[in-house]
């Protein structure tokens, strides 16, 4: 950034055209709308479009993560979309269970609260939730 300059006008171009074929891309290839969203957050850490492609790609790594037992990764995934997107919901749902099955309780309690708390009526996911809440 140069001083006295707004940030806005330090952008790179190129950040959004990545970001936009990364949205483009997103059901195509995966692993490319990845990359590109990658790249574009390289160029422009605040880019908004790349962080929501971004964190809707981590989230899916997350469920897949946890569904084979990764806990380490599903945590890994769920933070860092939840660190790109702060008004995602699932993802908290995600690193809840992951830090439930690691018997972490403090910090399952704390994920699976955040997602009651911005899910509350979300069916199965919230009542799931909510069981274990009253359970740790």
């Known amino acids: 950034v140069i ?6 006008a330090n952008v790179d171009p190129r950040a959004a055209q990545l970001a936009e074929e990364a949205q483009k ?6 692993i490319k709308a990845e990359q590109q969203a990658e790249e574009a957050l390289k160029l422009d850490p605040e880019q908004p479009v790349a962080r929501s492609v971004l964190a809707d790609i ?3 790594k997350a469920k897949s993560s946890l569904e ?13 979309a939840i660190q790109l997107d702060a008004t995602c919901k699932e ?7 992951a830090y439930h099955e690691l ?3 403090p910090e399952a309690k704390a994920a699976l609260a955040e997602y ?7 069916g199965f996911n919230s009542n799931y939730a909510q069981s274990i809440l009253k359970g740790l």
């Not at 001083?3 to 806005?8: E, F, K, L, N, V």
């Not at 891309?25 to 995966?30: D, P, Q, S, Y």
């Open 3 to 8: 001083p006295g300059t707004p940030a806005s």
């Open 58 to 60: 981590l989230e899916g």
């Open 116 to 122: 009651v708390k911005r899910c509350p009526s979300c």
């Open 91 to 97: 993802p908290y749902f995600l690193l809840g269970l």
């Open 68 to 80: 084979n037992g990764w806990f380490g990764k599903a945590i890994e995934a769920a933070s860092r």
């Open 103 to 105: 018997g972490r309780k």
């Open 25 to 30: 891309g997103l059901k195509v290839n995966r």
